[in-house]
């Protein structure tokens, strides 16, 4: 379509092999709508593990059973012929147009030697450098030179977009064994892949860790040459894998390098200008493929107008007659030179840069760039963009190089981003579609049509989902299969679509069911069939369904194949009593282990197969389990009678000890008060108030007791007990309130009966000492002093 104009242009014969090979060029980029008529069937059938896949692109894909005689057997792997051809199909294809000069291969000799020694030994290597450190090229003289090492060849492999190992080993499979029609499931997979023994160069690695020692334990009999940048996830210790690191060029190599991309010999203040450049780029090869472009376009620029000066500008021309001479780009322009190459460029490169930033990167195959561009010599902006250093080789196609596509943005080649992806879109709807495109030609635009899908609208997004998913099956490319199906079903989910998304369900289903993932696809699968019972879509319910019996019936036949495990008790040996009470840990560790382990044993199986997931369930964790023997007793110990039994002697030494402290306390006590009697000490005198220990001593002004008061000289006397030898005697006030124990009576003399002493009491002693005399204390007063007599 003309981009100027809207209009579309007739439909041109074909341009040679290279438009040949991609199919007919569309009329017009806008392509069909949504509910233009399905595009002709293109039926494959595939083995894929256990089943036999149909992939239908017009009623959705038919899963069975695979038929007896059908498949199963290990291809065989490729001869020498067919090994050259896939090495060819490897590589980027040839691009029309003038090809650039061609960069050498410089300063790389001593790790393109090592390389090759280490590969010759079988040992795999991780080749690191930064992203336009020439890490491919080196790659491909690496390739040239292990040719004819390894039985199955050297095998070219890309990594990018790749974060799992299963889709480079059915790479790797493909690229080996003759197996066009077959993708063995991942045990068969890991079998078959065991026994190769190849170079395998892997280019633009994004994957590390565990998921790299998967890739390198599958395959034991392969070396490997991983590059990858310095930010890629690291392998992990136990990969054995020789580092090789790959830094920037020298001032010499630089010069050297741009000399034989500009065709000539540098100036002084060119090279001046170049080791200026080195320094601030760190020597990377890129960036001096880049400035080579800059220098050949100067040259360009200032012979153009040096052809002018010499013609003599006509009557009507308005020019000037002073040369325009273009100076050498400055060091900012140097270290990012994209905008001012594409600014020089073609304008059908400029708009395949355009197409390029709204795909993420990826520049579509040349042939569809006349068809997306609108020019019918577009397919040679490839070539130009190659020879400027903004495309670089990847795998099969090209991207934009490293740092290209941030600085086309900065420079406004990402403002027609929306328009350039519906386009875009459009275009790869009807040429997916197309019954002349096999199935391996969609699948090398995978990544660019899986871009165009992500930067479309609802409705471009379903159509290409549509028309590209059936091919993606086809061609075994079943990552970029799931990838397209899930951006469709969100797609037709926006656009209200429930047919095309009951589609997308059924298709995700079959695929989860051919990858062994049975709960998604049940859970697909039922989604599936409920969007077409709501349709009354009776043909693809009844393909839904059997569908779905299948994964039924895998799902009973891991269970059988699988059994659950439970613990059972197991039926213990007789044990001798002990001779001795034991604590219970002593008890289980003197058991035999065979006694303290109990057994795994399989779960037995119902008499007939369960046919739901509950009864499934059942089978697995039972509610009520199957009784085992009953264990032969064995005594215990007691531990009952020995926990009471110990409380009650530590009590009763207590007891002992308590009595036996007071016993000791009492006689001491007694002795004491035998010997005051016979010794000097004090002796109990008639007057009443001197026999008071804690009373104040009077003098002889203190006058008589009133008539009629009460002497309690007596009780007092009897009332206050012994001090012990040396004991100082407390003072105490004496308290006024009467006690509730009556006085004992006093003898008619009235002199107090010296008390007598008693033996100790056996029972043990209280907190005080104990009283020797068992006379109750009688209540004392004193007589107060009168105020006249002081």
């Not at 210790?237 to 390098?257: A, I, K, M, N, P």
């Amino acid at each position: 379509m003309d981009r100027t104009q809207g209009q579309a242009h007739p439909q041109e014969p074909s341009k040679g092999a290279a438009g040949a090979a991609e199919g007919p060029v569309p009329p017009a980029p806008a392509g069909p709508s949504a509910s233009s008529p399905a595009p002709a069937a293109r039926v494959v059938t595939l083995t894929a593990g256990d089943f036999t896949l149909t992939v239908n692109p017009v009623d959705g894909s038919e899963i069975e059973p695979r038929r007896p005689g059908t498949g199963g057997g290990r291809p065989p792997k490729r001869d020498a012929a067919s090994r050259t051809a896939r090495d060819a199909a490897a590589r980027p294809p040839a691009l029309p147009g003038a090809a650039g000069p061609a960069a050498p291969l410089l300063g790389r000799e001593e790790e393109r030697e090592r390389l090759v020694r280490l590969l010759a030994r079988g040992r795999s290597v991780r080749l690191t450098g930064p992203a336009g450190s020439g890490r491919t090229a080196l790659l491909d003289a690496v390739a040239a030179d292990c040719a004819g090492m390894a039985p199955d060849g050297v095998v070219r492999l890309s990594g990018h977009g790749h974060q799992q190992p299963g889709e480079l080993l059915q790479a790797l499979y493909a690229a080996v064994f003759e197996a066009s029609l077959e993708r063995p499931e991942r045990i068969e997979l890991l079998a078959r892949v065991r026994d190769i023994g190849a170079i395998v160069l892997l280019d633009d690695l994004e994957m590390g860790g565990s998921a790299l020692d998967e890739l390198l334990r599958a395959t034991p009999e392969c070396a490997y040459l991983l590059a990858a940048t310095p930010d890629t996830r690291a392998p992990s210790d136990d990969s054995h894998l020789e580092e090789v690191f790959l830094g920037g060029l020298g001032r010499t190599e630089c010069l050297q390098l741009l000399e034989a991309g500009l065709g000539r010999a540098l100036t002084d203040e060119e090279t001046a200008w170049a080791g200026d450049l080195r320094f601030a780029s760190e020597g990377l090869p890129l960036r001096f493929v880049q400035a080579a472009a800059l220098l050949r376009q100067r040259d360009e620029l200032n012979r153009l107008s040096a052809e002018d000066d010499d013609e003599e500008p006509g009557v009507f021309e308005e020019r000037p007659r002073d040369a325009a001479y273009v100076p050498l780009p400055t060091l900012a322009e140097g270290a990012a030179p994209a905008e001012l190459l594409a600014s020089r460029a073609s304008e059908s490169a400029r708009a395949a840069l355009r197409i390029a930033c709204a795909l993420g990167g990826e520049l579509p195959h040349h042939a569809h760039l006349p068809a997306l561009v609108g020019d019918t010599h577009a397919d040679a902006a490839v070539a130009e963009l190659l020879a400027a250093g903004l495309v670089t080789p990847v795998g099969t196609r090209y991207r934009l190089a490293a740092g290209v596509a941030r600085q086309l943005e900065e420079a406004g080649y990402g403002d027609t981003a929306a328009e350039e992806a519906r386009t875009a879109a459009r275009h790869y709807a009807w040429w997916t579609g197309h019954a002349s495109v096999a199935p391996e030609r969609v699948a090398a635009e995978a990544e660019a049509v899986v871009a165009a899908l992500a930067g479309a609208d609802v409705v471009a997004a379903v159509l290409l989902a549509r028309t590209a998913a059936p091919a993606f099956a086809a061609s075994r490319h079943w990552e970029a299969w799931e990838r397209v199906l899930r951006s469709g079903a969100e797609a037709a989910r926006k656009a209200g679509e429930v047919a095309e998304q009951a589609y997308f369900h059924h298709e995700l289903g079959v695929l989860a069911l051919c990858e062994g993932r049975l709960d998604r696809a049940r859970a697909e699968l039922e989604a599936s069939i409920g969007l077409r019972g709501a349709l009354a879509d009776k043909r693809g319910t009844v393909a839904g369904r059997r569908a779905l019996a299948l994964v039924a019936d895998r799902e009973a036949a891991g269970v059988q194949v699988s059994p659950p495990l439970r613990l059972e008790p197991p039926a213990a040996a007789p044990v001798a009593p002990p001779a001795a009470p034991r604590s219970s840990e002593a008890v289980t560790a003197a058991l035999p282990v065979a006694a303290r382990v109990a057994p795994v044993v399989p779960v037995t199986k119902r008499a007939q197969t369960p046919a739901t997931l509950s009864e499934v369930f059942e089978e697995a964790f039972p509610l009520n389990p199957k009784p085992a023997p009953a264990p032969i007793a064995r005594p215990e110990p007691p531990p009952a009678r020995q926990s009471r039994r110990k409380p009650a002697l530590l009590a009763a030494a207590g007891a002992v000890t308590v009595a036996v402290l007071g016993t000791v306390v009492a006689l001491a006590m007694s002795s004491s008060d035998s010997e005051s009697p016979t010794g000097g000490g004090p002796a109990v005198s008639s007057t009443p108030t001197s026999s008071l220990p804690g009373a104040p001593e009077s003098s002889g002004n203190v006058p008589a007791p009133a008539p009629g008061a009460t002497d309690p000289a007596p009780e007092s006397t009897a009332a206050q007990p012994e001090q012990p030898p040396g004991a100082t005697p407390s003072s105490r006030t004496p308290s006024r309130r009467p006690s509730s124990t009556p006085p004992p009576s006093r003898p008619s003399g009235g002199n107090p009966t010296p008390p007598t002493p008693t033996p100790p009491s056996p029972t043990p002693p209280q907190p005080s000492p104990p009283d020797p005399t068992p006379t109750p204390t009688a209540p004392t007063t004193t007589a107060p002093v009168p105020s006249s007599t002081v």
